[in-house]
């Protein structure tokens, strides 16, 4: 339990991308101004910040941009609006080597009258089962616990989109989001505000996002409210024949919210593109994203990728997080992929078949696999 607690530990501070420094200098009576300027460990639901894509995660998670696949609907959930036909995609990331947490996305997007579409996604994170550790029980069977113990994270959304003209899109998703334990839990309620923009300058399309605007949430369940034993009294209050309850007071926390900004520019392969040469066979995309987070610095993301016939795409991106104050060089962040997409009943049909693999340092590296149909 210890060794997937420090892996959950890291991957919410390379989550967060906050500076070590400010977790490590000052006080708690005097901060210094580095420490006061963050906010690590404020928000809840951190896995919210994983993106599911292969396709993006390839493309370093530059995913706001994009807008074919029903995965569109965690990034932005104003490009559903863009779909033509019936989506389906369904997800599988391997987190941080063998540490055992394992997430995984299902979606599909459905487009109704002539400009609008829904959506309905779900993603969750499990820890497996561990070992159940505490103070009072540090090799195991803790009597509230139980022998073992599994962390889970599931988030539901429903989107819809709508076309305002041929080339601006809004898209709007509620959610509803649970994670802990089975003794110690936390609900969210929060939303999600897309718009994808077609400039028609270039091949260039503009996107942003507003993640996880949401209220306050605490953990609640038998952990944090029960009964103390007997043995663990220091008087007795037996006379009175009364339960003696305690409750911890946990802080609230607010979900992950993320404003998300993205520039994609087709490069070469459409009559817009900014080097022209339109060509059926090749295809060049480039994608260059801001993600800026209540409580994370700012993190660039730049993704390239190649398309052979609309078949076979290959895709390179890199992700700048800590460089400066953690123990990163150039080669973590760095992320790589490939994608088959194929005709599926039909001319107006598609599946496809997507992974990635992103370098992630100490956290050794994320591994995403991915099916998309269409039709």
């Not at 690590?40 to 995660?57: D, E």
């Not at 040469?277 to 090749?282: C, G, Q, R």
Request: glycine share 14%; charged share 15%; hydrophobic share 40%.
């Amino acid at each position: 339990m210890r060794y997937r607690l420090l892996i959950l530990g890291a991957a919410c501070w390379a989550l967060t991308g906050t500076p070590l420094v400010a977790q490590t200098v000052g006080t708690g009576i005097n901060p210094t101004g580095a420490a006061r300027g963050h906010q690590t460990g404020t928000r809840g639901a951190n896995f919210l910040r994983i993106g599911p894509s292969p396709r993006a995660r390839a493309l370093a998670d530059a995913g706001t941009a994009l807008t074919e696949g029903a995965t569109v609907l965690y990034y932005n959930p104003a490009a559903a609006a863009l779909a033509e036909r019936f989506q389906l995609a369904g997800t599988y990331t391997n987190l941080y080597g063998g540490s055992g947490l394992k997430h995984a996305f299902i979606g599909a997007v459905l487009p109704v009258g002539d400009a609008g579409a829904v959506g309905l996604h779900t993603i969750v994170l499990s820890s497996g089962e561990m070992r159940a550790t505490t103070e009072l029980s540090p090799d195991g069977f803790d009597p509230l616990a139980g022998n073992v113990v599994e962390w889970n994270s599931v988030a539901v959304g429903l989107t819809y989109a709508h076309r305002i003209t041929d080339r601006l899109a809004l898209g709007a998703t509620v959610k509803y989001v649970q994670e802990g334990i089975s003794i110690a839990e936390v609900n969210f309620v929060g939303f999600d505000i897309g718009t994808v923009f077609e400039t028609g300058l270039y091949g260039t399309r503009l996107a942003a996002s507003i993640q996880n605007l949401g209220g306050e949430s605490r953990f609640e369940g038998p952990g944090i409210t029960n009964e103390i034993d007997n043995d663990l009294r220091i008087y007795n209050d037996q006379i009175l024949g009364s339960d003696m309850l305690y409750r911890l007071e946990t802080d609230k926390m607010e979900m992950p919210t993320t404003f998300r900004f993205a520039i994609l520019t087709s490069m070469l392969g459409t009559p817009e593109a900014l080097f022209g040469l339109p060509s059926a066979n090749h295809r060049l995309d480039f994608m260059l994203e801001v993600n800026d987070g209540f409580d994370t610095d700012l993190h660039p993301r730049m993704g390239i990728e190649y398309g052979f016939r609309q078949i076979v795409f290959l895709r390179a991106g890199k992700h700048w997080q800590n460089e400066n104050d953690a123990p990163w060089d150039f080669t973590d962040g760095l992320a790589f992929g490939a994608g088959l997409r194929t005709p599926f009943l039909g001319d107006e049909g598609f599946f496809g078949l997507d992974y990635s693999y992103t370098a992630m340092g100490v956290l050794e590296n994320v591994q995403t696999f991915g099916i998309e149909i269409g039709f």
